[in-house]
Every structure is written in C-alpha cells, then in structure tokens.
C-alpha cells in the first residue's frame, strides 16, 4: 500500500487569527483604524496584550486594551471598547464570532469553532517552526553556559534576538549538587529538566518513574503517543484533515497549542524555560484528556471517518509542537518510549 502524503492547505496570511499574537495584531489594526478615522484620539500602543481570561471571564481571549488607552484618549474606558468593538465585529475577521465588552472596559473575544481546526493547520504548515518569530529581532541578550543558559540561547535565538556567550556558570543547581553528579544520577534529560523546572517534582529521583505524577515522563510519553498513532494511521493508509473538527472535540487541546507562540515570546523575554516546560506539560494533560474521550484510530473493521481524520491531525500537531519545544528546552523526544 502506498504511503499516504500530506498536502497541508495553504495559509493566507491574518485570514484566521486564532493565536494571541495574531488576535493582538487583529485589535491593533482595530485601534489604528479608530485612530485614522478621528473617532479615537490617542497613540497607537505598540502592541496589544492578549491573553486568555481570568476565572469567571468570558469568551476565548480578552484584551485590556480600551483600559490602556482611556487615559490618553480622556475617554471612559467602555466607552473606548465600545469603539473598538463596533470595529472588530465590523471587519468580521473569519476566526472571531463575537466580540463583547465586560467590566471596567475588557474585550472578550470568542473565536468561531473552525478556528480552532486553523490551529492544527498552523502547526501542520509550519513544523517545529510553528511560535517561531521575531519578537527580540535587535536584542542582544548575554548568556552564560549549562543548561538553563543553554535553553535561554535556543529561546532567545527562536524569536529573533542575538546570543552572545560570557564565561559564567549559569546552573542553578546549587541545592541538588553537582550537575555532572546529577547528570549520571537522572541522564542528560532528566537533570536538564530538573534544572530549567526544579519544583515540576518533590524529589530528584521522581524524574526517574516513568509514570503520570512524573511531567518529563507525561511529556515525553505524550509525544510517543501522537506519532506512534500517526504511524499506525499510515498503516491503516489514511492521514489525518485539520481542517473539519465539526463536533468541537479537539478545541481544549487546539487552545494549548493556540497559546504556544506567545508561551515562547515570554519565555524568551523573562529568560525563563520554565514557562516552556510547564506548557508543555499543560499540552500533554489536555492531549491525553483529548485521546481517552475521543477514539483517534478506528476500532476493529470501523473505516476512517471525517472525525478520526480530524482527530488524527491534532494529534499530529500536538506531537510536533511537544517535539519543537522539547527541542528548545534541549530535552529529548524519543518517538518510541
């Protein structure tokens, strides 16, 4: 049987904003047009903070935006995302179904279900460079070596700044010995992830068991389990479509991977990989909620259907960013564990 071969669909650029990132783009343009149209009087920002909202908020993502810009424009901040609103919902990009304002003058954005499945399409397009930018383009940030260092340099580097090497000894590891102890006591990946995220276990050694209460174990094992299913797919001689998840199913896993771009902005520009492993982690719990509810291969004489298809993709992206990011942590991702 022939090999199936992906033909991933090609991306138009802003066509579907569905990360952070994008969505920030998408409100900047927004207050640019107020702006240009006289109706708003303040400075452009130089970008907009988009983030998902706190416990009890609304929608998929919110923006302080109108809250930021009251003050220059000597306008009520409601009033500001009255305006903003009337214009996000007015361009109707393809990705965002409503737009509404809450509290003191937050914008909450709730995405259409398709955005999510662009995500998977995303991922699938661009590989392990999928969060990859330019966001320190002209920064010249000074590192030190070992693993932490080592982390910070791939990050930094990922998003377009400039790493120049010092002499010094950047291991925080002084409260668990000596890193080449630790090395021969947990292996090269387990005492990198015990230094980038020393609270992930109550115990070194717990680096060790490979079960679920073990992140880097979870982690890992969850990247084994995205492509050994795609294997088996190619087996079985159908590949995974990210572009028809009809029902919803993947949307919890979809907004991980959504919120991975900016994960690595931040964590290159606070200089802390253990934002990156954490997410990490986050993606592998959601996967694995994902992959118990929902059947990604067919079962017994079942043919694929347009849910395993869709299925199948996310577990695919899902795979290639746990790999992309381990990758950057300087972790290992085995495709057989």
């Known amino acids: 049987m022939a090999k199936p071969v992906r033909v991933v669909p090609p991306l138009l650029p802003y066509a579907c904003p569905v990360t952070p990132a994008e969505l920030s783009r998408t409100v900047l343009r927004a207050v640019r047009r107020a702006v240009d149209q006289d109706v708003l009087r303040a400075p452009v920002p130089e ?109 930094v580097h990922a998003q377009g700044g400039t790493v120049v090497r010092t002499s010094a000894t950047d291991v925080p590891v002084a409260d668990l010995g000596d890193l080449d102890a630790l090395r021969a006591r947990l292996g090269r990946d387990g005492a990198t992830w015990r230094v980038l995220w020393p609270t992930a276990t109550a115990a070194p050694d717990d680096l060790l068991v490979q079960r679920e209460t073990n992140p880097l174990f979870r982690v890992r094992y969850a990247h084994a389990r995205c492509r050994a299913l795609v294997r088996n797919a190619a087996a079985l001689g159908f590949i995974g479509d990210g572009g028809r998840d009809t029902e919803g199913e993947g949307c919890g896993v979809a907004r991980v991977l959504a919120d991975y771009p900016g994960i690595l902005e931040a964590a290159a520009r606070h200089r802390a990989p253990d934002r990156l492993a954490r997410h990490l982690d986050m993606a592998a719990q959601a996967f694995f909620r994902f992959h118990d509810a929902h059947p990604v291969l067919p079962l017994g004489d079942e043919k694929p259907s347009v849910a395993h298809r869709s299925r199948l993709a996310l577990a695919e992206a899902t795979g290639t960013v746990l790999a992309g990011g381990l990758s950057l942590l300087g972790v290992s991702a085995p495709e057989h564990l």
């Not at 009251?70 to 737009?99: K, Q, S, W």
């Open 47 to 155: 970008r907009a903070v988009v983030e998902r909202p706190r416990p009890g908020g609304r929608g998929d993502y919110a923006t302080n935006v109108a809250l930021k810009l009251a003050g220059p424009a000597g306008r009520p901040a409601r009033e500001v995302a009255e305006i903003l609103r009337a214009l996000l919902l007015e361009e109707r990009e393809a990705a965002i179904l409503d737009v509404e304002v809450t509290g003191p003058g937050f914008l909450n954005l709730t995405l259409a279900q398709d955005a999510h499945a662009s995500v998977v399409r995303t991922v699938l397009s661009q590989g392990h460079a999928y969060g990859h930018g330019r966001a320190l383009a002209g920064e010249v940030v000074r590192v030190g070596s070992g693993p932490h260092a080592d982390a910070v340099a791939r990050l």
